[in-house]
């Protein structure tokens, strides 16, 4: 299997059920991820959510 390169991106953080997630994406320079692949990787997570909210952390977020 031949080595490819690939992209870390970190979108900015989200609240689900009032925990902050931090959310990596890995695309391959050639082939990036098609928005209807995000939105079915993301549908089971918020499926439940309630309240979810985009922030920018300001700072460590505890446990």
């Known amino acids: ?3 490819r390169d690939k992209d870390l991106s970190t979108p900015e953080l989200i609240t689900v059920d009032g925990r902050q997630l ?11 991820i098609e928005p209807e692949v995000e939105k079915a ?5 918020l499926a439940d959510a ?14």
């Open 22 to 32: 931090k959310r990596y994406h890995i695309d391959q320079p050639e082939q990036r």
């Open 50 to 63: 309630d309240d979810l909210i985009d922030t920018r952390a300001e700072g460590p977020v505890g446990h």
């Open 41 to 45: 990787a993301y549908d089971p997570l």
């Open 1 to 3: 299997m031949a080595f």
